[in-house]
């Protein structure tokens, strides 16, 4: 087997990101149509110390978990079946405007970036997901 | 197919497979072929595109390297359904880094979800204006083999 040192890397224990102030971790829900994306994603979060409280593999599936689960962030995928990343932001931002959710997408696809960003998402990553990238953006909107 | 669409091809893998998985590929071949020459690999990841570009692409490889191409990503115990789907998301990356590095062209296609084929007795016949010729790109990954991108493309008159 050939360890991952390019995107998950190695846990901090040491003053990690994903704990609030009070000791708390961060919930996260992470949404994407590929299973290894959602594994990747969920393995660099939980480095950092983040509650990865739920995943979704569809927009439908992203919106029903959202409303169970409530989570801090969510980070979620562009381009999946049922209905899209653009369309489930939506939803969401319609039963929560405070929603935290940052989108995530391939490379070539600025229009549809911005237009979520118009829409209400919080930052974006691009794939491939860089850990230090998905950390820092994630970051920046917990804190933001 | 033009040279602006080839090198956008070759960036496109090596971003990909540099980011995604610290490898660093060499491009060794890249040739017209016939679809009576298309390269049969045990995994095949077809990705269509349309727009004022349209076509497909695919990637084919060996077991060995989708299995390593998936345990490099996630670096834990992999099914047999992960590799699909990491592979399936490689060319998805790819695709998307390709028309990127084409952005000069205005909103050069749109990308369909990958498909992925795996088995040892399959052929891809391709339905379209597309000519019937193939590029084909042979990719050298040091110390763990070759994969292949193949690209049917033609401009949409319609567009």
């Known amino acids: 087997m050939i360890k991952s040192n390019n995107i998950v890397g190695e846990v901090n224990k040491k003053d990690p990101d994903g704990l609030k102030t009070n000791g708390q971790p961060y919930r996260v829900l992470v949404v994407d149509d590929s299973g290894v994306m959602r594994k990747i994603i969920t393995q660099v979060l939980k480095s950092e110390s983040y509650d990865v409280c739920g995943q979704a593999a569809d927009g439908e599936e992203a919106v029903a978990r959202f409303k169970e689960l409530k989570p801090d962030v969510v980070t979620m995928d562009i381009n999946m079946p049922k209905l899209g990343g653009v369309e489930a932001l939506e939803k969401i931002l319609a039963l929560d405007s405070s929603a935290k959710v940052v989108m995530l997408t391939s490379e070539g696809q600025k229009e549809t970036v911005l237009d979520a960003v118009s829409k209400g998402a919080k930052n974006y990553i691009v794939k491939p997901p860089q850990r230090n990238k998905v950390l820092e953006k994630v970051k920046d909107v917990v804190n933001g | ?159």
């Open chain 2, 1 to 159: 197919m033009d040279e602006k669409f080839i090198n956008a091809v070759k960036r496109g893998v090596d971003d990909t497979f540099s980011q995604m998985l610290g490898w660093s590929v060499q491009n060794v071949a890249g040739k017209k072929i016939s679809l009576d020459q298309a390269i049969q690999e045990e995994y095949c990841v077809v990705i269509g595109f349309a727009g004022n570009m349209q076509g497909l692409i695919t990637l084919k490889c060996s077991k060995k390297v989708a299995v390593q191409a998936a345990s490099g990503m996630l670096g834990t115990e992999i099914s047999p359904d992960d590799v699909a789907d990491a592979i399936g998301e490689i060319l998805n990356m790819i695709t998307g880094a390709i028309k990127s590095h084409l952005a000069v062209i205005d909103d050069p296609f749109k990308v369909a979800p990958p498909t992925i084929v795996s088995g040892k007795d399959y052929k891809v016949f391709v339905k379209s204006k597309i000519d019937g010729d193939i590029t084909l790109f042979k990719f050298e990954a040091e110390k763990i083999g070759s994969f292949y991108i193949e690209v049917y493309v033609t401009q949409n008159e319609d567009k």
